[in-house]
């Protein structure tokens, strides 16, 4: 069991890792949801997979489990306020206050999005803290700018 010096050692340690920050979406009966996140990869080019980690409590996740599809927005490096509101414990109505989106393929994709995927759930994999989704890739998209970057335990750009 990791005591609690080892899992500040183990987040400094993987704050040395750059990553892009994402807003991964879903639709529920209730409208759109989505969470902040940084912790996905591409897996898979034949199938087109990728992998998202959620936390078992997101509130997201039981979205994406019951509508069995997400999407994931990456954001560009002016979009760090937008990652606050969406890494906040807000109620989901007032974290897209605001925020323009259109649907695609059913799941919320977010205006200005540096790229975005639609993603059909394949598997569930919970180890841990965190629950794995794979998504197999239905639709996709990108435009021209910089991403949003975390590291060391904060928001920067590649410029």
């Known amino acids: 069991m990791a005591t609690e010096l080892d899992r500040q050692e183990f987040r400094a340690v993987m ?5 892009g920050v994402a807003v ?13 996140a940084n912790a996905l990869a591409s897996l898979s080019l ?59 393929d059913g799941v919320p994709i977010l205006e200005h999005a540096l790229a975005w995927l639609v993603c059909e759930l394949d598997e569930l994999v919970p180890r841990g803290d965190h629950t794995i989704a794979i998504g197999a890739v239905r639709s996709m998209g990108h435009e021209p700018g910089e991403p949003l970057v975390w ?9």
């Not at 704050?15 to 990553?19: L, Q, S, V």
């Not at 991964?24 to 009966?29: I, K």
């Open 46 to 104: 034949e199938p087109l997979l990728l992998l998202v980690c959620f936390d078992n409590d997101a509130r997201t996740l039981s979205i994406v489990r019951a509508a069995g599809r997400f999407g994931v927005n990456v954001l560009r490096s002016d979009q760090e306020a937008l990652a606050g509101v969406f890494a906040s414990k807000r109620s989901e109505s007032e974290k897209f206050d605001g925020v323009g989106y259109r649907v695609e």
């Open 24 to 36: 991964v979406t879903g639709m529920g009966e209730a409208g759109p949801t989505g969470l902040t």
């Open 15 to 19: 704050g040395h890792f750059a990553t």
């Open 151 to 159: 590291f060391r335990g904060g928001f920067g750009s590649l410029g």
